[in-house]
C-alpha cells in the first residue's frame, strides 16, 4: 500500500486553463490529479482516492451536481469532501450544491489564500472524521495510542 507524503487533491474541470490554474495554485503543498469531465472524475476518485476533490459546476454530458451526487453513491468514496469551485455564484446553486454532498463553495477565480485555507479546514476536518470512525470501529483500542493521536490532530 502507497503510503502519500501530501494530500491529494482532484481537481475536476472541463476547461484546460482552469486546471492549470488550479493546479499551480495546489502544487507544491498538495499532489494535484485531474478530471475533465464529470464520468472521469468518478474513475479517477475511485482508483485514487483523493483525500478532497474541487469540482466544477458547469460541464458537458454530466454536472457538477450530478458528478457530487454519484460520487456520494459510492460507498469507498462518498466520505471524500467536495468543493465546489464554480463561476455559478447564485445562492440557488450553491443550495444544490450543499444538497448533493458538497462540504464548501469557492466562486470562481478564487484567491490561492482562499484555497489553501479552505482546503486545509476540509483536510483538517477529513482527518479527524477518520480517526473517530477508527475508535469506534474499535480499530484503535489502546487509550494512550488514541490520547496520542488526538493531540496531533488538534495540533494541525
Keep these: 500500500m502507497d503510503v502519500r507524503t501530501k494530500p491529494l487533491i482532484l481537481v475536476?474541470?472541463?476547461?484546460?486553463?482552469?486546471?492549470?490554474?488550479?493546479?499551480?495554485?495546489?502544487?507544491?503543498?498538495?499532489?494535484?490529479?485531474?478530471?475533465?469531465?464529470?464520468?472521469?472524475?468518478?474513475?479517477?476518485?475511485?482508483?485514487?482516492?483523493?483525500?478532497?476533490?474541487?469540482?466544477?459546476?458547469?460541464?458537458?454530458?454530466?454536472?457538477?451536481?450530478?458528478?457530487?451526487m454519484a460520487l456520494k453513491e459510492i460507498p469507498v468514496i462518498e466520505h471524500i469532501p467536495v468543493i465546489f469551485v464554480t463561476s455559478m455564484d447564485d445562492k440557488h446553486n450553491e443550495q444544490m450544491g450543499f444538497k448533493a454532498g458538497a462540504v464548501d463553495y469557492m466562486n470562481k477565480p478564487p484567491s490561492p489564500e482562499l484555497v489553501h485555507a479552505r482546503i486545509s479546514v476540509h483536510l483538517r476536518n477529513r482527518r479527524q472524521r477518520l480517526f473517530l470512525e477508527r475508535i469506534a470501529s474499535n480499530e484503535i483500542t489502546d487509550v494512550a495510542t488514541i490520547q496520542q493521536t488526538a493531540k496531533l490532530l488538534l495540533e494541525n
Excluded: F, H
Excluded at 490554474?21 to 495546489?26: H, K, Q, W
Design 12 to 68: 475536476v474541470d472541463d476547461q484546460a486553463t482552469v486546471i492549470r490554474i488550479m493546479s499551480s495554485i495546489l502544487q507544491p503543498k498538495y499532489d494535484v490529479c485531474v478530471a475533465t469531465s464529470g464520468r472521469k472524475a468518478l474513475e479517477v476518485a475511485r482508483t485514487q482516492r483523493p483525500d478532497i476533490i474541487l469540482l466544477d459546476n458547469i460541464m458537458p454530458e454530466m454536472t457538477g451536481i450530478e458528478t457530487c
